[in-house]
């Protein structure tokens, strides 16, 4: 992985959002942490309790609620109750944009629930009064002692800033395009407004700052820039990333540049769910990118072959789908028992060419008969051949609750709770 050029990532401040015993740290040496954001209207009190629970069952450390009415406000305080009575300790964090200041005053058990604020400088009102209310926030989070976000965004950038900066553009002998302005803006709308709470005493190390963009190349080089300017730590997201493959590439291409040099601490996947697709498809789309990665280890991943003329398609792809619901389906129980788990490597091939050289590799792999091979599919483990699964696509289905029966024989043997 090349080395960042700009601020290394051990080296910004440490953020820790707590609730109770559980205390998510982001920033510094801390592991890059999975934020979300649930999308049911938060004075639902019954259909957002049940979406953070997914949420957080998915993996997701922190979840983001939106916190727009006082209906809203007085609710994230029965839903932080019936988490609680529910096990469920994942922080909440609260996402407040034009009337926060009133909320937070106003309904002061919410801002005493939440584990942090979220605050978009360019949503708290124009002029003075928009600085009262952007100190206001800072008072409440200082009052209960929470850490803030200060997140700008692309389409709600303060347009003073803009304006004045790109004046002073115009007045340049070479002056930049209007798009490097509004990075260079952004930029100076999160920092600004950070040093601007620090100023009102809160302290370095409870900001986050985020500048989200929609567009790959805006995100890359505003991050890159804020991350040459400051030591806050980071949150990353690109924003309306849009649905199905291309949210999941756009987000994947331009933060996963950014990870890969250093820069980031906490990221959060903002795609449009396919109709009919749960909320914590962007979890698990977050999850898979930081384990691809290497920066992290969420459950275990499954090598599979894309298929050609030589696979049986049907078999190969059918095992190597329900080995990953299988996989997804046990690692919740497993992460209670069974640490270590996460970094396992499956392996399901579909025939002789790369079959038993990549089940070799595996923890466990299974290379299955390709086109014309006769049905019998060898198991490996750690290298070693074990025995021999007998099938084809009429019995998919046995042979895949053989596979998964010593899936979780080698989990149960390999990776037991220490004493």
């Known amino acids: ?3 960042s050029v700009y601020r290394p990532r051990h ?14 740290t982001l920033g510094g ?3 890059i942490r999975v934020q979300s954001m649930t999308n049911t209207p938060t004075a639902d009190v019954e259909a957002t309790v049940e979406q953070v629970l997914a949420l957080a069952q998915a993996g997701s450390e922190l979840v983001r609620l939106t916190v727009n009415t006082p209906e809203a406000a007085r609710a994230v305080v029965r839903i932080r109750e019936k988490l ?3 096990g469920c300790t994942v922080p909440l964090v609260g996402d407040f944009h034009y009337n926060g200041h009133k909320l937070l005053t106003e309904v002061g058990e919410c801002a005493r629930a939440l584990s942090k604020y979220r605050i978009n400088p360019g949503n708290v009102g124009k002029g003075e009064r928009g600085m009262e209310n952007f100190a206001r926030m800072i008072e409440v989070a200082l009052q209960y002692d929470k850490p803030v976000r200060i997140g700008v965004n692309g389409g709600s950038l303060d347009p003073a800033i803009l304006s004045r ?3 002073e553009n115009r007045a340049r002998a070479l002056p930049e395009t209007p798009g490097e302005v509004l990075r260079h803006a952004l930029v100076a709308s999160a920092v600004q407004s950070a040093q601007a709470a620090q100023r009102l005493g809160m302290p370095a190390d409870r900001i986050v700052l985020s500048a989200k963009v929609s567009a790959v190349p805006d995100l890359i080089a505003v991050y890159r820039e804020m991350a040459g300017t400051c030591r806050y730590a980071l949150h990353l997201g690109l924003t309306e990333a849009g649905i199905g493959t291309k949210g999941v590439v756009a987000s994947s291409v331009a933060m996963g540049v950014l990870l890969a040099e250093g820069i980031g601490d906490t990221i959060r996947v ?5 109709p009919g697709k749960p909320r914590t498809e962007e979890v698990r789309v977050a999850q898979e990118m930081l384990q691809t990665m290497g920066l992290r280890s969420f459950m275990p991943m499954v090598v599979s072959c894309p298929g050609c003329g030589r696979t049986s398609s049907s078999l190969f792809q059918e095992l190597a789908a329900r080995t990953q619901q299988f996989l997804r389906d046990r690692s919740p129980v497993w992460r209670q028992t069974n640490p270590g788990f996460e970094k396992m490597a499956v ?3 579909g025939c002789v060419v790369n079959g038993p050289g990549e089940s070799k590799h595996a923890n466990i792999g299974i290379s299955l008969p390709g086109a014309g091979e006769s049905a019998v599919a060898p198991v490996y483990q750690d290298g070693v051949k074990v025995c021999t699964i007998k099938g ?5 289905s046995a042979m895949a609750q053989e596979f998964h029966a010593m899936i979780e024989a080698y989990v149960q043997s390999h990776y037991r709770p220490k004493n």
Do not use: F, W
């Not at 080296?11 to 998510?24: A, F, I, K, L, P």
């Open 270 to 274: 903002s795609i449009t769910p396919m």
């Open 11 to 24: 080296e910004t401040y440490c953020v820790h959002v707590r609730y109770g015993q559980n205390d998510v």
């Open 165 to 167: 900066m790109m004046d």
């Open 392 to 396: 084809d696509a009429q019995n998919i």
């Open 1 to 3: 992985m090349q080395k």
């Open 347 to 349: 392996a399901v091939m």
């Open 84 to 86: 609680d009575t529910l």
């Open 29 to 31: 040496a801390s592991p």
